[in-house]
């Protein structure tokens, strides 16, 4: 009797099934066109080669942009030194150094899984309300949650190394400090700074995006030009913010290690020395009137958590963050097979840079003057944005190829689409799939900054509930969300070990 044997998609088909949706959401969404909308969108591709150069325009611009990267850089230097203290903290490798113990770096680790699990808008809105509008706000909305993101880096990086090196320099004398200095810090080091740089990108878009919710910066002169429909303004804007992110990269990919520290160890007093001379308003935060919480009681607390429709919330935010996904995982895959050639693909990385250009609430926005609000529209939204991220990711991956086995593939009868998936894709599709799984723990963070335009999820009722200031409900809304993304974290790091244990394998 022949066994059973169980059937399932090639690996380099995995990345392709969540295009399966793309049907389903065209059709949907050309249901909910409306006129007008094709129109204002010819008038927003065109202003794009024909910005406007207005000196007073371009003047403003300038000072938005130097308020966003003043907060980048401030947010940067605070979470890289507060990230890298909680890491060591949070790390077992250093507990069992220190006292022989895992207890407290089990401990700090729980406590911070809250922390980096609320997106930076929600932080942002949350100090808000509790020290007013204050340029530190906006600073230390980036700050909180990347230094706890960083923290889990840092101690993974540190617990990953081989550690009895540095355990057998304690058994021979040496103090839990020379042993960590002489056998771990030289392995992770190179790593580690690698990633705060790469930080430093990632605040910068963060402060971008809390400009589009009035946090100020570049963002809010974004946001004003789009709903006012001035597109050549907008492009003026977009086209600022380009240059200074491409500039950043270059500088951040071309600087030595101790160029990279010496820029972490000035960021702070250089963002404040460059703050005072635009003025801005960073003196030390004051709590704010905090009346308003005491209406909170054991009550109210009951009162909603009974009332708040749970299920509806909970199930469209996996909604959000499924779709979100499911367009940023397969998107490049299926652009790069159903187009292939060096042309179309250089063409693609030039949409995948404007996408990730775009903050997500813009892209909803330009969307919506053609379609109606709704959960696809603002999943499509979502994953637009991550989907240039995860273009970026595969490309990157792709140079790093082999092209021998695509070339043998295509004289051996292939075509270019079965070649180019066979024998590009499926080397690095592992990788891809290992980097998507970490990606949607970010979409699921995101959900909070597009669930506004479909009318759904934890983020768009938390965004209410704290417009209302029903702090009773917001209190059981970022329990929940800090909850559920947490889960979302459990699980991808999960498929993440999964993924690398069976490439370690192969």
């Not at 960590?180 to 190179?190: E, K, N, S």
């Not at 430093?200 to 878009?205: H, I, N, V, Y």
């Not at 042309?343 to 330009?366: D, E, I, K, N, V």
Request: aromatic share 6%.
């Amino acid at each position: 009797m022949p066994l059973p044997i169980p059937l399932k998609p090639a690996l380099p088909l995995w990345p392709l099934l969540p295009g399966l949706v793309f049907p389903v959401m065209l059709l949907v969404l050309a249901l909910d066109l409306h006129g007008g909308g094709l129109n204002l969108l010819g008038r927003f591709a065109l202003a794009a080669v024909q910005p406007s150069l207005d000196p007073p325009l371009i003047a403003s611009l300038l000072q938005g942009l130097q308020v966003t990267l003043i907060t980048a850089l401030l947010a940067w230097g605070v979470s890289c030194l507060a990230g890298c203290a909680l890491g060591l903290l949070s790390s077992r490798h250093v507990w069992l150094l220190v006292n022989g113990t895992t207890t407290g770096a089990v401990l700090v680790r729980r406590l911070l899984a809250p922390i980096r699990s609320l997106h930076e808008l929600i932080w942002g809105l949350l100090l808000l309300q509790v020290f007013g509008l204050n340029g530190w706000v906006a600073v230390l909305a980036i700050a909180v949650p990347y230094a706890a993101l960083l923290a889990r880096v840092v101690s993974d990086q540190i617990d990953s190394r081989n550690p009895p090196a540095s355990l057998a320099l304690q058994r021979g004398g040496a103090g839990p400090g020379a042993a960590f200095v002489t056998a771990v810090l030289p392995t992770v080091g190179p790593s580690l700074i690698s990633q705060m740089a790469q930080r430093l990108d990632c605040a910068l878009r963060s402060a971008v995006l809390l400009g589009v919710f009035g946090l100020g910066g570049l963002g809010t002169d974004l946001v004003l030009s789009l709903q006012s429909l001035q597109f050549r303004e907008l492009w003026s804007g977009l086209w600022i913010l380009a240059l200074a992110m491409v500039l950043l990269e270059v500088l951040l990919n071309r600087f030595p290690t101790g160029m990279i520290l010496l820029l972490l160890t000035a960021a702070l007093p250089a963002g404040l020395l460059w703050g005072s001379m635009l003025q801005l308003d960073l003196t030390a935060p004051q709590l704010a009137d905090l009346s308003l919480f005491q209406a909170v009681d054991g009550a109210a607390l009951m009162e909603a958590l009974t009332t708040t429709p749970w299920p509806g919330l909970i199930l469209s935010t996996l909604g959000l963050t499924l779709l979100g996904s499911a367009v940023a995982i397969s998107g490049p895959v299926l652009g790069l097979m159903v187009w292939p050639g060096r042309s179309a693909a250089h063409l693609q990385r030039w949409g995948w840079g404007l996408l990730r250009l775009l903050p997500p609430p813009l892209t909803a926005l330009l969307l919506m003057m053609m379609v109606k609000p709704s959960l696809w529209l603002a999943g499509l939204a979502l994953g637009l944005h991550h989907l240039g991220v995860m273009g970026r990711i595969l490309v990157e991956d792709l140079d790093h190829n082999d092209p021998g086995l695509s070339q043998a593939l295509r004289c051996m009868g292939a075509g270019q689409r079965q070649a180019w998936l066979m024998g590009e894709l499926a080397p690095c599709s592992r990788s891809y799939l290992i980097y998507a799984a970490s990606r949607c723990d970010v979409i699921l963070r995101d959900t909070a900054v597009v669930g506004l335009v479909g009318g759904a999820g934890l983020g768009w009722q938390l965004i209410e509930a704290l417009g209302s200031f029903h702090w009773a409900q917001v209190f059981w809304l970022v329990l929940a969300y800090a909850t559920l993304t947490s889960l979302g974290e459990l699980l991808m790091d999960r498929l993440q070990r999964q993924w690398a244990c069976q490439a370690g394998s192969l």
